[in-house]
């Protein structure tokens, strides 16, 4: 276990899928200026009401020794200034092309960095305005999680106006949104694709619903509309080695998975402690059944689910407790096991901490 200060706020990290970089990681802050910060500092909600300044930052790390799980070390190679950073993915690619992670900030931009693996360094390649600057990007998904080629996927984008964005492949490098519409009567916390069915995303947030939309079918409305939630929807992602499976976290510290052929009746829950503000599927196929997720007020969880068992039994498996305030980001390790366990790394926002461990 390694502990690290991250200056701001800390809200997102992210492990590269990339086997020539699976030592590299980002993790994503937000910084809410001091003066229009009263008020705020005990709120759950990463975006509070009313006029705002946000800076943000993302900080680029190194694994260097990960043999064994009390000696893990790690450093920061890169910072970049950005406005305050809401969400952070990889996209997933070949192994021919160097790795790009999306960043969606509060001010309606989706920057794209790319790790030059040769050069081992990070460079901004393009920035993309996803609406005005008064409106957040608040989360992002990449379509081809199960399909990395040379080429970018397609990003989806919610937006804390309602609306969700998709973000499609130009003939150059980046990306151009094609497709802008409302889906949520307010903030949509989370949208995610179906990673077996790219047609096919989910989205998901304050409104108490969730939601599936078909990009053939236009956006006039959703193929469907879970409504059988009480609290707001916080994180969603599509299982990656199992298909028509999503997990769906909220507010209400419960975890859902659903069987999308049947999307209005979990099909398992467990109780987390806390709203679960990211649900990540473990990256191997050898650990489909754990589910890593970001607690809130109650820390961060390995969740397993048996999937051979009667009516799908859950177990918390390993708990980390070391953060004192919210949390929010953390991601698996792309790379090799030590022992029946993988590096973790986890980030929370009051204490601006963040810490590599294992699980």
Partial sequence: MVAFDTGFPADSLEFCPHPQAYDIFTCGTYKLDESSAKGAENSDSIVPSGPQHRRGRCLVFQLDDVRDKEHMTFHKLQTFDLPAVLDMKWCHRSQSSNPVVGIADSEGNITLNEWDINGRVMQCMSKI??????????????????????????????????SLSILRPTDGFGLSVTDTWLAHDYEPWIAAWNYWD????????DDLKLKAWDVRQGFMQPTFTNKRFDAGI????????????????SYNNIVQL??????????????????????????????KDDLLVACMHDGFKVVTFNFDSPGIQT?????????????????????????????????SFYDHSMYVWTG
């Fill in 234 to 249: 916080t994180s969603i992602q599509s299982h990656p080695y199992i298909d028509n499976l999503i997990a769906v976290g």
């Fill in 129 to 162: 305005q996803c609406t005005t600057p008064d409106v957040l990007c608040l989360s992002l998904d990449w379509s081809n999680r199960r399909s990395p080629g040379s080429d970018l996927g397609s990003l989806v984008v919610s937006l804390s106006n309602g």
């Fill in 198 to 205: 790219t047609n096919i995303l989910y989205s998901g947030g």
């Fill in 315 to 347: 177990e918390i498996k390993k708990r980390f407790d070391l953060h004192s305030s919210l949390a929010y980001g953390v991601d698996w390790s792309f790379g090799p096991s030590i022992g029946d366990e993988s590096v973790i790394g986890s980030c």
């Fill in 258 to 287: 659903f069987d999308i052929r049947k999307p209005l009746t979990s099909i398992a829950q467990v109780d987390v402690g806390g709203g679960a503000w990211r649900v990540k599927w473990h990256p191997s196929a050898s650990r």
